[in-house]
């Protein structure tokens, strides 16, 4: 039971620390130029969208990865 805590903890730092990541190196993007006038909030919130969907697919596949290498000593 601690253990299912314990992975929970893992996963929800995890996904935060790619979350903010990711909002960090897209932040390098002159996003400007794409955008429409008056569009900033539409921008905006694509901003974020796109940095979740990175993010928690960054972070998945690093909880994939740190899991299944915990499991790996149990095929011999």
């Known amino acids: 039971?601690?253990?299912l805590g314990v992975q929970s903890?893992?996963?929800i730092l995890s996904h935060l620390l790619f979350i903010s990541i990711t909002w960090w190196a897209l932040q390098a993007i002159h996003y400007e130029k794409w955008m429409k006038p008056n569009r900033v909030v539409q921008m905006r919130l694509l901003l974020i969208l796109v940095t979740i969907a990175?993010?928690?697919a960054v972070?998945?596949?690093?909880?994939?990865?740190l899991f299944l290498s915990?499991?790996?000593?149990?095929?011999w």
């Open 59 to 65: 972070s998945n596949f690093f909880l994939d990865y």
């Open 9 to 11: 903890l893992i996963s």
């Open 1 to 3: 039971m601690v253990d």
């Open 54 to 56: 990175i993010g928690s």
């Open 70 to 75: 915990q499991r790996l000593p149990m095929m």
